[in-house]
């Protein structure tokens, strides 16, 4: 049976969070989606995590060399393997929601790409799920948000590792309420670690920019050249639940930042060096 949406699972290294976001996807309401895992020159601890869930899921593992940050390039790879006519784009290192595939396809329409921010955990909170404290289903258990709302709440003005942050993103808020809501939400440009859009679009802009080799600010470029396309944004927040497990943050890139930039005022949706500078033979898929 054909899928109906490809999960596009972003990695690098970090093989325990990527464990807890694929368990979080097996718990998923909507069951009918692919995943392909596009690894940007991880080790055998990913591999390992992905060959667990084979038996479980419908997973492909795609690799590439680490050669520094390429996240632009691995997922173009991916989205060429996909299977669906419907794209989701994800981080390894968040745990979603068991509604969130199916809020996705229900807000996925036509004319518009949607996306979503998410609950930035504590670096004590991640420990804690790290060393088994909490699985993938008790972490959207009403235990799990007390103890997230203690952790907002006792280490407010503290630095942003020790402490919560974003936990109104984490309430799920039924229809129709939630559009309400959305309406007072100023965020719309596209979150990297989470976003979904029709593939025909993606293609339409000729995909992520390859030249991005640095962090950030790659998700902003395909944000403006899909405004230049004439697809709106939309956001999802508050219906496409997810968490942010703590890591080192990375340092942006400067010149990723004047790229977008130029990418906002060159009005042109296509990019020159992105999904159709890629060949399928190119593609190395681990087995």
Same mark, same amino acid.
């Given at each position: ?60 593992? $795609?690799? *590439?060399?680490? =050669?520094?940050?390429? @996240? ?5 790879? !991916? &989205? ?99 559009? $309400?809501? *959305?309406?007072? =939400?100023?965020?719309? @440009? ?5 976003? !979904? &859009? ?90």
């Amino acid at each position: 049976m054909r899928p109906e949406l490809t999960i596009i699972v972003n990695m690098y290294k970090y093989a325990k969070f990527l464990n807890l976001c694929l368990d979080s996807l097996q718990n998923q309401t909507f069951k009918n989606f692919e995943i392909i895992v596009a690894d940007d020159g991880s080790g055998k601890s990913v591999k390992k995590v992905v060959d667990y869930f084979r038996e479980k899921l419908h997973i492909t593992h $795609i690799w *590439q060399e680490d =050669k520094g940050f390429r @996240k632009c390039l691995i997922q173009n790879k !991916a &989205v060429l393997l996909s299977r669906a006519d419907k794209l989701f784009f994800i981080d390894g290192d968040i745990v979603f929601h068991p509604f969130a595939v199916e809020r996705v396809l229900k807000r996925l329409k036509d004319g518009i790409f949607i996306t979503s921010r998410v609950v930035r955990l504590s670096k004590k909170i991640t420990q804690k799920i790290l060393r088994g404290d909490f699985d993938a289903k008790k972490i959207f258990s009403p235990y799990f948000t007390l103890a997230l709302f203690r952790d907002w709440l006792f280490n407010i003005g503290k630095p942003k590792h020790l402490r919560t942050r974003f936990l109104q993103f984490g309430i799920y808020i039924p229809q129709p309420f939630v559009r $309400i809501v *959305q309406k007072f =939400k100023k965020h719309k @440009k596209t979150a990297g670690g989470c976003w !979904a &859009v029709y593939k025909r679009y993606f293609e339409a802009i000729n995909g992520f920019d390859n030249t991005y080799v640095e962090y950030g600010h790659e998700d902003f470029d395909v944000y403006w050249r899909m405004h230049w396309l004439g697809v709106k944004s939309e956001i999802a927040t508050n219906e496409i639940i997810g968490y942010h497990l703590w890591h080192p943050k990375r340092i942006y890139g400067k010149e990723n930042k004047k790229k977008q930039i130029m990418a906002r005022l060159k009005q042109k949706p296509e990019c020159e060096n992105g999904l159709r500078q890629i060949k399928k033979e190119e593609i190395t898929i681990l087995k």
